[in-house]
């Protein structure tokens, strides 16, 4: 039972460049939750996810940034005209249901230079 | 305004022994509590958790402790092991309406290091 995956894992982008992190969760989960740690801190919630809605979206930067959960196909976390505070590891979780443990992936390293 | 803190940024326990991480939070709405281990370059992995009906959850050996009065949780690890170092987080949820949002909020990390 594969767990959640994410990918890349690393990536690079320039400033100005887009930034596009795919996720795919848990076999049999249906919710995602995209998490963003800066260097030396905690985990800040982005948004949640369920297949074709956006259920939460009050972590997310008003610019630039977006999210979608198709039908078909991973979740994905879009960054437009990346800047350097940008720069941080981004997580993807799923679960079953709402109210349940979340299992990470191992996250996508986003360096912007 | 950090609603879930985890104020000892480091603890250093004896292999064989107990450790006890702690955590305070300030929502009174929060309902459900996680612990979460992490290791460097991977992502956090569900250890424990435990709602707000309980006041103690128990998974081998770890134990999850929730004071409501005092907005306090703790982790206990019992016996410790080397393998158990990382930095360990605890999450809050928040309740909205009749059911969880599933948003988690997170406190800052302990490191723990288990000495051989």
């Known amino acids: 039972n594969a767990g959640v995956m994410q990918n890349p894992r690393h990536l690079v982008r320039r400033r100005g460049q887009e930034a596009r992190l795919r996720c795919s969760p848990m076999k049999g989960h249906s919710h995602v939750y995209w998490y963003r740690q800066l260097p030396e801190e905690g985990l800040k919630f982005m948004v949640y996810l369920q297949k074709e809605n956006i259920i939460d979206e009050s972590g997310m930067p008003k610019e630039r940034f977006s999210a979608e959960f198709p039908k078909e196909g991973p979740s994905i976390l879009r960054i437009q005209q990346v800047v350097r505070g940008d720069s941080a590891a981004y997580f993807c979780a799923s679960s079953p249901g709402q109210g349940n443990e979340q299992y990470f992936g191992p996250g996508t390293r986003l360096t912007v230079t | 305004d950090q609603q879930v803190k985890q104020n000892s940024p480091s603890l250093s326990v004896q292999e064989g022994r107990i450790s006890i991480l702690n955590c305070d939070y300030t929502n009174s709405m929060f309902d459900y509590f996680l612990w979460y281990k992490k290791y460097p370059a991977e992502g956090p992995t569900f250890l424990i958790s435990i709602s707000s009906i309980k006041d103690k959850n128990e998974d081998g050996r770890f134990t999850v402790f929730l004071n409501k009065s005092a907005k306090h949780l703790s982790l206990h690890i019992v016996p410790s092991q080397p393998g158990d170092s990382a930095v360990y987080f605890c999450?809050?949820?928040?309740?909205?309406?009749?059911?969880?949002?599933?948003?988690?909020?997170f406190g800052q990390g302990t490191t723990l290091q288990v000495k051989p």
């Open positions: 999450a809050a949820s928040e309740l909205r309406g009749s059911s969880n949002t599933g948003k988690l909020i």
